[in-house]
């Protein structure tokens, strides 16, 4: 049974920047693909980003293409969501997921989830 971790949210202003990671534990890391999502209390969980198990595919959602980067380093079991340009619309519980199709927007199709990791963007 693996675990994932989220950590790096906070308390920013618009503009701003921070980088979230996402640390695996306990399964194999490598073999799943890692997607961010973000919730909202008034909005269902949103896929954000997605990356391969290799690296060589990722994925985006419009609201942040060219904001946001998604990476991982499987070395060190970790994955990475490097948000630029926050705006308050970003406000939200972030959390990371692993699953075998690359690049899922349904959360249905991911088999481990962390807990989150709350980002709040102040205008």
């Known amino acids: 049974q693996m675990q994932l971790v989220e950590s790096g949210g906070g308390l920013v202003q618009a503009g701003d920047s921070l980088r979230l990671s996402c640390a695996a534990s306990?399964?194999?890391?490598?073999?799943?693909?890692i997607s961010w999502f973000r919730q909202t209390p008034e909005k269902e969980r949103e896929f954000v980003a997605g990356i391969s198990w290799h690296q060589r595919n990722t994925h985006y959602s419009d609201s942040i293409q060219g904001r946001f980067t998604i990476s991982r380093d499987n070395a060190k079991n970790t994955a990475y969501l490097q948000m630029n340009t926050l705006k308050p619309e970003d406000t939200a519980v972030y959390f990371c997921a692993a699953g075998v199709v690359s690049g899922s927007h349904l959360p249905h199709e991911y088999t481990y989830w962390g807990q989150g990791t709350q980002v709040t963007v102040s205008s």
């Open positions: 306990g399964g194999d890391f490598v073999r799943y693909a």
